[in-house]
C-alpha cells in the first residue's frame, strides 16, 4: 500500500479583495513550509452560512510534509493566516476574510476536537472544497475509494462553483 502518511491537503478561500493576491501569498508561504504537490485551479463560489458577503475565490493545494503532528501543522496554517493580515471576527465566524485556510486531510489520520477536525467536518457539505479537491486528487486510489467525492459533490448540487483561472505561483511543482 503506498504510504499516504506524509500527504496534507489544503483548502484556501479568500473573498476580500485582492482576492488572487491573498490567495497566491498564502501559497507562497505555504510553499515556505511544506513541498507543493498540485494545485487546483481558482473557483468562484457563492457564500454558505453566512450570505450577505461578497463571492469567495477557493483552491485546494495538495503538499507532502515530514511533520506528523496535525497540530502544528493548524499553528502553522493559522500563522500565516495571521502573517497575511487576517482578523478574525468572532461575531461573524462564517463571514468575509482576507484569506482562510483549512486542513482537509492529511494522510490517514482522523482526530476531532474542538478546535481540529480531521477529515474537515464540513467538507462533504461543499462544493467549493470537493471539487477543487477532486481536481488534485488526480484519481489517486487511496483518497477516491476511501472519499467517495463525487457523490458529495451531486448531493450538493445546487452550490455555484464556477472554475476561473489558474493562480501564478513563485515556487514550481515537486514530482
Same mark, same amino acid.
Given at each position: ?46 457564500p454558505q452560512d ?8 477557493? =483552491? ?6 515530514? #511533520? *506528523?503532528?496535525?497540530?502544528? /501543522? &493548524?499553528?502553522?496554517?493559522q500563522q500565516i493566516? $495571521? ?17 482562510? =485556510? ?6 490517514? #489520520? *482522523?482526530?476531532?476536537?474542538? /478546535? &481540529? ?6 467538507? $462533504? ?51
Amino acid at each position: 500500500m503506498e504510504n499516504i502518511k506524509n500527504d496534507l491537503f489544503l483548502s484556501l478561500g479568500s473573498n476580500i479583495e485582492p482576492k488572487i493576491d491573498n490567495l497566491t501569498n498564502a501559497i507562497n508561504l505555504l510553499n515556505k513550509e511544506f513541498q507543493l504537490k498540485r494545485l487546483s485551479y481558482v473557483y468562484q463560489t457563492e457564500p454558505q452560512d453566512d450570505i450577505d458577503q461578497a463571492y469567495f475565490y477557493n =483552491i485546494c493545494a495538495f503538499y507532502q510534509t515530514e #511533520i *506528523e503532528d496535525p497540530f502544528l /501543522i &493548524l499553528q502553522k496554517t493559522q500563522q500565516i493566516e $495571521k502573517e497575511l493580515g487576517r482578523v478574525k471576527d468572532i461575531s461573524r465566524p462564517k463571514g468575509p476574510r482576507l484569506v482562510d =485556510i483549512d486542513i482537509i486531510l492529511f494522510g490517514n #489520520i *482522523e482526530i476531532s476536537t474542538e /478546535i &481540529l477536525s480531521i477529515p474537515h467536518k464540513s467538507m $462533504k457539505k461543499r462544493n467549493f472544497v470537493l471539487i477543487p479537491l477532486l481536481e488534485i486528487l488526480n484519481n489517486h486510489p487511496i483518497y477516491i475509494k476511501e472519499y467517495d467525492l463525487r457523490r458529495f459533490i451531486k448531493e450538493n448540487d445546487a452550490q455555484i462553483v464556477k472554475k476561473i483561472s489558474e493562480l501564478k505561483i513563485e515556487r514550481h511543482f515537486t514530482n
